[in-house]
């Protein structure tokens, strides 16, 4: 687990950024975050409140067609979005090994559709409603 940071509830859309900014402060160059969780459960909120945390001040929206968003923030940060695409051999192809390196964060939403593909010390992330407004988000070793 990062430590210092397990988990938390949130009850609206600012408070899941607002999270994710605080979030920021754990990441480091290098780090994989396996983001889990339904549809419409945060997880490209909170994306957005992690690169607002990491000095990105444009704007931030999930790659669920274009696949993968590289944003140049404090540290190099690549978004992967696998909802539509699940075809193990094209995320090779794609280049997917080769974001995993030192330099970048790697934060994958839907990324229990490529999990053979994740290195073994991906951070799990754990995402889900508790209400029609409130979300769990919970690392997971």
């Known amino acids: 687990?990062?430590?210092?940071?397990?988990?938390?509830?949130?009850?609206?859309?600012?408070?899941t950024v607002r999270?994710?900014?605080?979030?920021?402060h754990f990441i480091q160059r290098g780090d994989?975050?396996?983001f889990i969780g339904e549809l419409a459960s945060g997880k490209t909120t909170f994306i957005k409140g992690i690169l607002k945390?990491?000095?990105?001040?444009?704007?931030?929206?999930s790659p669920t067609f274009t696949l993968v968003n590289e944003y140049?923030?404090?540290y190099p940060v690549i978004h992967v979005d696998c909802y539509?695409?699940?075809d193990l051999e094209r995320w090779v192809r794609l280049g997917m090994n080769d974001y995993m390196n030192e330099e970048n964060i790697v934060i994958i939403?839907?990324?229990n559709k490529m999990e053979s593909l994740l290195p073994s010390n991906a951070v799990h992330v754990q995402f889900s409603h508790k209400s029609l407004n409130s979300r769990e988000i919970i690392l997971k070793d």
């Open 109 to 111: 939403e839907w990324a």
């Open 19 to 24: 999270l994710g900014e605080k979030f920021a």
């Open 1 to 15: 687990m990062k430590s210092g940071w397990s988990g938390s509830i949130t009850n609206s859309t600012d408070e």
């Open 53 to 61: 945390g990491l000095e990105f001040c444009r704007q931030v929206t």
């Open 84 to 86: 539509r695409e699940k």
């Open 32 to 34: 994989v975050y396996a």
């Open 72 to 74: 140049d923030a404090k």
